[in-house]
């Protein structure tokens, strides 16, 4: 058990580790690139840092197919979890802005945006979170934990982005990525479907462009 949290604690320190650097280190070039090329360049670029290096780690470290450990058993389950956590959302949202601003919604969305945070990321991002980190946390430790552990991985790993493209780290934005992750983590377990957090996941993004 201790053997199994070393190894994916391991994964995670590499992971962020390159990830920042990254981040950080590749700042220069991408600065030079259209907004389309910028785009493209950055879905390539978190396939191969965050897709390939996981399917290289579970392969290597624990000896297995990182897809073949993705469960889609009980998709429609996982897709009416989805959906109920998108309708959920979606009131929270429109009740906020109608009390906040006057308005319900606040259409902010472009191709380029919707095919890299609706299309692209949630697959890429849950098969890193839910399927590696928060499937291997969970046989060390208790899953409450392995879930709230995962979903605060969840938002750091945002932290560059927001510090470099951002207007720098702001609480409730945390606060709201930590909540649903860790909504995305039960919805994973509930559903036993991998669909479920994907579908959540790109509802939310989804929503979060529109209102």
């Not at 906040?100 to 191709?111: M, P, Q, R, Y």
């Not at 709201?176 to 939310?204: E, T």
Request: net charge positive; with cysteine.
């Amino acid at each position: 058990m201790k053997g199994n949290l070393r190894k994916i604690l391991a994964f995670v320190f590499i992971f962020f580790l390159l990830w920042i650097a990254r981040q950080y280190l590749y700042l220069y070039v991408e600065l030079s690139f259209s907004d389309y090329l910028r785009t493209v360049s950055s879905i390539v670029i978190k396939i191969i840092f965050w897709i390939l290096l996981s399917f290289i780690y579970s392969k290597v470290v624990y000896k297995e197919n990182l897809f073949r450990r993705l469960e889609f058993k009980n998709n429609k389950k996982g897709i009416l979890y989805a959906l109920t956590f998108c309708l959920l959302l979606l009131s929270l949202n429109l009740a906020y802005n109608y009390i906040s601003k006057g308005t319900l919604f606040d259409f902010n969305i472009s191709l380029r945006g919707f095919v890299s945070a609706v299309v692209f990321a949630p697959i890429i991002e849950e098969i890193v979170f839910r399927g590696l980190i928060l499937n291997k946390l969970k046989l060390s430790i208790p899953f409450f934990w392995a879930n709230l552990l995962t979903a605060v991985l969840f938002v750091l790993i945002h932290l560059p982005g927001w510090l470099i493209w951002g207007d720098g780290v702001s609480f409730e934005t945390s606060l709201s990525i930590l909540l649903v992750s860790f909504i995305w983590g039960y919805m994973y377990k509930k559903s036993n479907s991998f669909l479920s957090p994907v579908l959540g996941h790109a509802l939310n993004n989804f929503i979060s462009m529109i209102v």
